[in-house]
Each structure stands twice: as structure tokens, then as C-alpha cells.
């Protein structure tokens, strides 16, 4: 039997961070994507999909130029009305505006998934920030028109609601991970037949949403306490600077290396060599947070165990005293102990990471994730009549 098509909207298709969507598109069993994008990145690292960029006019032609400011590119509807598409998907609220009106030219049902700041931003104090008048002006248009938004985490679904979304149209849907390519690591690496320096790993790009100031600070504090340790920073953002800075002010230059944005493969690499994932992310000034942190999975896949802030998505991924150790948010204190503690205890990583490989098995591997995402594409069209 032939897949059921659908359209597939990302502004950008695909930033080297959104690995989760690739994987997405390529594990659908029922169904299979056709990407509309404005520009096609990385196309040598994300391959086997259709896509269809505005951005083949060139990056700053009328016609892309058009399409960024307004959605509407004349050959996309000229796709959407030569094929047989039976729904159309968005990564990300905004995208939805993109996708709308071709949704609408072609009678299609509308689906939506949100990831935090797509949310937020609706509820915090960036909505009256002039890049975002466009996006908060026409929320309440895309509310009435989608048919259902999937939200990453139980709170990012809470937002969805306090922003004007009907709380009918919402379901968790938690994305899943590709465990083919996170292989189990049964134990931590050694030098010389003796363990290694536990490394502590930082992932995510530098912004104050992931709280890498506190885990710099909390790192500080356990070396202070007589752990021996070193830490390595991968990504990058407008927050770098200030990040060197607290390491040279914190007197530990020579145990932290920040190894800027790397391929998805180095990271991988990067967890195999490292003791555990400190995650502290937070809501941020602007009240920007997370939803579900990829990253965080993707460690507890290879066996890492996880210390994190009790925020967002989290929760989820990380079982307090099992698969890692969760502490409330700015809670500089508890995220020390439990920091140390972990780096003070092989045998307690060890366990911890056995049980973290369980739980993505059981709750997170993409192909289980998809076989939900497809019921929620067959619920969809079970309720839609084409008008």
C-alpha cells in the first residue's frame, strides 16, 4: 500500500541542530513528508528528502524575498494543486503562518507541533518586540485554523492554553529519538587501564534559557569541594563571551574547554568520552525555556546520566534518583550536591546510565514516537471534511 503524502513546513530545512526532524521524516511508516522550505541547508547531512525552497530563485530574489515576508511563493500552490496532498505539517508556530494559507487554498487539515520559544514568545514580554508583531498578530488566525497542535512537554501545553489555544486541540506528543545511532555505552572510557577524569558535557547553544552560567558555577563549586573533574562546552551563541568570561572569573580556565558547534556526530562522540549531561536550562529573562531537550535524550541513549534543573520538559526525560538527578530551577546549592555526588560515584553513574538507556527504549525510541505521531495524522483525517 502507497504512504499517505503530506506537506511539511520549516522555514529553514534544516539547521544542523533539528536532527529530530530529519529523523521524523525518515521513520514514517504510513505516511512519507514533502518539504516546503525558504531555504535548503544542509543538504549534504540531511539527504533523501523532497524539497521544495523558495530559496532556487535565488536567496534574495522578489519571489524569496515574498515568501519570507508573506509565506506566498506561486510555486508552491502550483505543487499543492498538481498533487494529492492529504494533510500539511509545521515544525514550529511560526511555520504555521507559513503553511496556512496553502492549507487553506487547498482545503487541507492544518497540524502543528510547538517547541517552546514558538509559545512563549506569545505570553512573554518579546510579543511586543517589533520582529514579533507578525507572529503575535495573527496567533489567534492560527488557533482557529489549525486542526492540531502536538506540544513537546505537559507545561508547553499549559502555555498553548494561557496563550488563546482551545485546550481540545492540544495533545503531548514527545519526540522521539533514533537509538540506531546512540550505541549503549556499557562502561566510561579508561586511560592506561585506569578510569579516566570524569568529564562534565554542556550541549545547546549559548543562550540564558539553558542556564550553562549556573552548571559553570555549580561546576566551580564541586572542584571546590575536592572532586576532580574537567568539563567541556559544546555550541555556540550570543552568550559565549560572557560564559569565558565567568570561567576566567571562576578560576578554572584549565579544567573547562569550549569546543564551539560541532557535527551531530562529534557530539555523539563527545558523550562517549564524558561522565554525565549537566542540564540546567531555566526560564529565561524573556521567559523562553524548554520543552523537550533532544540532547538530554540523545545522552541517556548512550547510558550518560543526566543532572538537570526541574524545568520544562525535563521531568520527562530524567527520573529524579534513577536515570539522573533533577533540582529546582536557580537552586545553585542542590545542583552542586547532586553534581558532585554523581562525579564521586562510578558505580552510581554506571546504574543511573543503565536505567536511562531503558527508559528511551521504552518511552522515547523514534520508531514508537512516530507510530504516535501517525495516530494523531489519522485522527486528524478522520474528523476532517474537505470544504
Known amino acids: 500500500m502507497e504512504p499517505t503524502t503530506f506537506a511539511l513546513f520549516r522555514n529553514n530545512f534544516l539547521p544542523l541542530s533539528e536532527t529530530f526532524i530529519h529523523d521524523e521524516l525518515r521513520f514514517h511508516e504510513r505516511y512519507t513528508g514533502v518539504v516546503f522550505a525558504r531555504r535548503h541547508l544542509n543538504a549534504d547531512v540531511f539527504p533523501g528528502h523532497e524539497v521544495h525552497a523558495a530559496d532556487g530563485a535565488g536567496a534574495n530574489s522578489p519571489a524569496s524575498l515574498l515568501y519570507g515576508a508573506t509565506g506566498l511563493y506561486a510555486p508552491f500552490f502550483r505543487e499543492f494543486f ?20 496553502y492549507a487553506v487554498a487547498a482545503r487541507l ?40 497542535f502536538l506540544a513537546a512537554s505537559t507545561e ?12 481540545e486541540k492540544i495533545r503531548i506528543h514527545r519526540l ?68 569565558e568570561q565567568l570561567v576566567r572569573d571562576l578560576g578554572i580556565a584549565d579544567r573547562v574547554v569550549f569546543s564551539g558547534s560541532v557535527p551531530h556526530a562529534a557530539v555523539r562522540e563527545a558523550m562517549n568520552e564524558s561522565a554525565l549531561l549537566l542540564a540546567p536550562s531555566m526560564v529565561a529573562p524573556n521567559m523562553d525555556r524548554e520543552s523537550g531537550l533532544i540532547v538530554a535524550k540523545e545522552a541517556a541513549a548512550v547510558g550518560l546520566p543526566v543532572v538537570a534543573h526541574w524545568h520544562g520538559g525535563l521531568p520527562d526525560i530524567v527520573d529524579d534518583g534513577v536515570t539522573g538527578f533533577l ?5 545553585l546549592g542542590r545542583l552542586t550536591d547532586r553534581l558532585s555526588r554523581l562525579l564521586g560515584d562510578r558505580q552510581l553513574r554506571v546504574g543511573f546510565g543503565r536505567a536511562a538507556r531503558e527508559k528511551m527504549e521504552r518511552d522515547y525510541d523514534i520508531r514508537i514516537a512516530n507510530r504516535r505521531l501517525e495516530g494523531f495524522y489519522d485522527e486528524v483525517l478522520s474528523g476532517w471534511t474537505r470544504r
Open 176 to 243: 522521539g529519538v533514533d537509538l540506531s545511532n546512540f550505541a549503549f555505552r556499557e562502561s566510561e572510557p579508561e586511560e592506561n587501564g585506569s578510569a579516566q577524569t570524569p568529564q562534565v558535557l554542556m550541549v545547546g547553544r549559548f543562550v540564558k534559557k539553558k542556564g550553562f552560567h549556573y552548571g559553570l558555577r555549580a561546576f566551580a563549586a564541586a572542584l571546590s569541594s575536592g572532586v576532580s573533574a574537567r568539563c567541556r562546552l559544546i555550541g555556540d551563541g550570543p552568550e559565549r563571551g560572557a560564559l
Open 109 to 148: 487539515p492544518l497540524v502543528v507541533t510547538v517547541h517552546g520559544r514558538d509559545v512563549t514568545i506569545l505570553t512573554g514580554p518579546d510579543r511586543h518586540k517589533p520582529e514579533f508583531w507578525y507572529y503575535s498578530l495573527r496567533a489567534r488566525q492560527l488557533f482557529a485554523r489549525t486542526n492540531l
Open 82 to 101: 498538481t498533487r494529492r496532498f492529504a494533510l500539511v505539517h509545521a515544525h514550529f508556530g511560526h511555520n504555521g503562518l507559513y503553511a496556512l494559507p
Open 327 to 331: 533540582v529546582p530551577e536557580r537552586d
Open 156 to 167: 508547553l501545553a499549559e502555555l498553548l492554553v494561557e496563550a488563546g489555544c482551545d485546550p
